[in-house]
């Protein structure tokens, strides 16, 4: 029985990592940046791992606010996950973002991270939370970039790309992270343009 469990808690860790790790790649591509803003050192990005390694919640703060990635990894293959299993399991992951965050308003971006299908009433209550499923950690990436990066595009169109300081800090935090979990063209153009627009000392020292 230990040795499964242990089994267990290294397949979830594995799957984990896989988007976990790119993440905070972009938390440290975010370091100069934040600090080249506030002229003051930051330490952007703290991570929490649970003993048996299913629930993985990585903060990211920054000077317009805190963003939070809540991953619970499942490692279940026998069988689709049922709605009882997915409530419990995203009732843990909640209660532990919780405890993390206190009183902190928090951005909290949800991931249910599993080699099984889910059941179709377990797929409803994960979209009616508000929960992201992926079926792996590559799909994971993809779809967490795509979420991003739809923000992004959602604060250009609204704004008129007419942002700057904090806002504009905002659409480059999400873009970095984006593109460190999934490359796509333009990226390189369109950092360099929120860059220009945060503030000319940002600019000075990041770029």
């Known amino acids: 029985m230990n040795a499964a469990r242990s089994m267990a808690a290294e397949a979830a860790l594995r799957a984990a990592n896989g988007l976990i ?24 990005s703290t991570l ?3 003993g048996d390694k299913r629930i993985h919640i990585l903060t990211v703060t920054a000077p317009h606010g ?22 419990r399991r995203l009732a843990r992951l909640a209660k532990k ?4 965050l206190g009183r902190i308003q928090a951005d909290i971006v949800y991931i249910y991270l599993t080699p099984s ?18 079926l792996g950690p590559d799909a994971a990436r993809l779809i967490v970039s795509r979420f991003l990066r739809e923000r992004v595009r959602k604060l250009l169109s609204r704004t ?8 504009a800090l905002l659409a480059a935090t999400l873009h ?8 796509e063209e333009h990226d390189t153009e369109l950092l360099a ?13 990041y770029t």
């Open 48 to 50: 929490y791992v649970s």
């Open 117 to 134: 299908r889910l059941t179709r009433t377990a797929y409803r209550i994960a979209r009616s939370q508000g929960v992201f499923v992926a």
């Open 97 to 100: 973002t919780r405890q993390l």
């Open 176 to 183: 970095i992270i984006a593109s460190s979990l999934h490359r």
């Open 21 to 44: 790790l790119p993440l905070l790649r972009a938390a440290k591509r975010l370091a100069p940046l934040y600090e080249s803003y506030t002229r003051s050192p930051l330490r952007p």
């Open 66 to 87: 805190v963003m939070v990635f809540a991953v619970y990894s499942s490692a279940q293959q026998s069988r689709p996950v049922s709605p009882a299993q997915l409530i």
């Open 160 to 167: 008129g790309r007419k942002i700057w300081g904090k806002v």
């Open 193 to 205: 343009e929120l860059i220009e627009r945060i503030s000319s000392k940002t600019r000075r020292h």
